[in-house]
């Protein structure tokens, strides 16, 4: 029989998506022993600004005449309109005191962010929409600025790459927007085939040989912009250098826009947050899926860790027992809830969720419907504590707590608060799980 190791946490995080990688550094910043695993999951399909809350109402009428631009006065809102929204469970300082802490950790391992205190900034997407968001990440902060000031810029794309159009940003924002142009180029790195894919042409810009090419064939057609907008390729450790080179070869400030998935902004994060939180002492086990959790003696947990690609579940290559944990593991696509042809369920606690009592009832009848589908505020229920409850209302577990988009009553997509109730229901259950290990 093959020796299977086990390994003895105080507190084990399930899910690498941005709930709970923060987790794992809110509670390792604690001074708790952490272990961490799950697969990548939402995290690829980031944008990199950090939303805090940015539409309220969701329910009426375009959603930019809902744009919200001071955060706070929308999670008051929001708080008073939907009580048992995860917001509702805390307070507004402590939303922002909790992105903060996060993003001074950021910037310190090399993702530097841009806001303007208490307000929104207005960002625009690969096609061309507007959006209001909390954050932005230095890549992309010029082009905040750009928009603000309407400044006359060149939007670049490249043959080849998919999903992302210069042309298409600037006739959807030609009305709002007039100094817009843009080219398209070849990326400077010859391809194995037709299709560039963002993730490879990041990668190809590390290097400084790359670099100048780029800025050589963008120099040819810049003319009279004030600023250069590219897709959100320019590197994957070395960004900051990247944009800063080609701000100075070109004399204009550059900028990214984030494309569409595969999002190599979520991959920086993912990337640099997983070796900063080794570096603090996080024992991570990455893109391996716990396969199934039960309780020993103490009732602590017993997690079976097992590799990403066992469809059966069977594999078990490592073992955690837990004195606590953090459920980070996402809605559908992380496989932290699982839609069967009857109901929603969460597979690994075999927790309550909370969703609509028929199946028909998950969908509107309008694909469009501004409100939304009822299913996408279906999820856990917490208590104050972010303790899973039941339907009367009591914590299922005394050591288990949740955080992210797994929660229910909230619609991120929707209320532009994705990343802000990530990093702050996870600072939450990493302030209760602390708490808890205090009474072991």
């Not at 078990?316 to 839609?339: N, P």
């Not at 909370?354 to 509107?364: G, V």
Request: with cysteine; charged share 20%; hydrophobic share 45%.
């Amino acid at each position: 029989m093959k020796h299977i190791e086990t390994t003895r946490t105080e507190l084990a995080v399930i899910g690498s998506g941005l709930a709970g990688l923060a987790a794992s550094y809110f509670a390792a910043a604690s001074g708790v022993k952490t272990c961490q695993t799950g697969i990548s999951g939402g995290i690829l399909y980031a944008t990199g600004f950090l939303d805090v809350m940015g539409v309220h109402p969701i329910d009426s009428g375009p959603s930019r005449n809902r744009f919200r631009l001071d955060p706070a006065e929308a999670i008051d809102s929001v708080r008073a309109d939907m009580p048992d929204h995860p917001y509702a469970r805390l307070k507004t300082a402590d939303i922002f005191d909790a992105v903060h802490r996060f993003m001074s950790f950021l910037e310190k391992i090399g993702l530097g962010y841009r806001y303007k205190k208490g307000r929104n900034t207005l960002v625009f997407s690969s096609v061309g929409t507007i959006k209001p968001t909390y954050a932005v990440p230095e890549s992309m902060w010029e082009g905040a600025l750009a928009l603000e000031n309407r400044l006359p810029c060149l939007m670049v794309d490249f043959w080849g790459l998919k999903g992302y159009s210069a042309l298409q940003i600037v006739e959807t924002l030609a009305s709002r927007w007039p100094g817009l142009k843009n080219i398209r180029i070849p990326f400077p790195v010859p391809q194995a085939s037709a299709d560039l894919y963002p993730e490879h042409a990041a990668r190809c810009l590390e290097l400084d040989e790359n670099i100048e090419k780029l800025a050589k064939e963008i120099g040819a057609n810049l003319n009279s912009s004030a600023a250069v907008g590219l897709p959100a390729v320019c590197g994957i450790m070395r960004t900051r250098q990247i944009v800063a080179s080609l701000s100075e070869i070109l004399g204009v400030p550059v900028f990214e826009v984030p494309t569409m998935p595969p999002s190599v902004p979520g991959l920086r994060i993912k990337e640099h947050l997983e070796s900063a939180l080794v570096e603090i002492g996080v024992l991570r086990f990455p893109q391996q899926r716990v396969n199934a959790v039960h309780r020993d003696k103490d009732n602590c947990f017993v997690l079976d860790i097992g590799v990403m690609g066992d469809i059966s579940g069977k594999t078990v290559c490592h073992k955690v027992i837990a004195d606590a944990v953090i459920l980070a593991s996402g809605r559908f696509l992380g496989m932290g809830l699982c839609a069967g042809r009857k109901a929603i369920s969460e597979p690994l606690f075999n927790l309550p969720v909370f969703q609509p009592e028929k199946r028909l009832a998950w969908h509107r009848d309008d694909f469009f419907d501004p409100s939304g589908h009822p299913l996408n505020r279906a999820g856990i229920e917490v208590n104050q504590s972010f303790m899973p409850v039941n339907a009367e209302k009591s914590p299922v577990y005394e050591n288990l707590f949740a955080c992210g988009s797994i929660l229910a009553h909230q619609d991120w997509i929707r209320q532009k608060c994705g990343a802000g109730l990530s990093v702050a229901t996870a600072y939450a259950a990493v302030q209760s799980a602390v708490n808890f290990l205090g009474r072991v």
